[in-house]
């Protein structure tokens, strides 16, 4: 089995910067793809952005381009999500998502069966 533990959310400024950590424990060589996913206030979550662990391929969601850069260090089985020029819109709950059947990584949470607990980021004006 696999567990994920996302930290490094917290409070900032609008127009601050965070980095979001999620470490992946548990034996399971099938991971080929993590993905960070967001769950606004009253919004449905949504996909940021994924990585495919063999190559470093990544992606994002339209809306998430160019303030959002994900990247993964293999050697400790880690995936960060850097988010700078924090908006007050950002603020919710992030989680990180890793799949391991399947070829395809999308944007979209029911594909995914391994989930973190989520950590908050709070972004006030």
């Known amino acids: 089995q696999v567990q994920l533990a996302e930290s490094g959310g917290g409070s900032v400024q609008a127009g601050g910067s965070l980095k979001l950590s999620c470490s992946r424990s548990?034996?399971?060589?099938?991971?080929?793809?993590m993905v960070w996913f967001r769950q606004l206030p009253g919004k449905e979550r949504e996909g940021v952005a994924g990585i495919y662990t063999g190559g470093g391929y990544t992606y994002y969601a339209d809306s998430m381009k160019g303030r959002f850069t994900i990247s993964l260090d293999n050697a400790k089985n880690t995936v960060y999500l850097q988010m700078n020029n924090l908006q007050p819109e950002d603020t919710g709950m992030y989680y990180c998502a890793a799949a391991d059947s399947g070829t395809y990584c999308p944007l979209i949470p029911s594909f995914f069966g391994y989930w973190g607990q989520g950590t908050q980021v709070t972004v006030s004006s």
């Open positions: 548990g034996h399971n060589d099938n991971i080929y793809c």
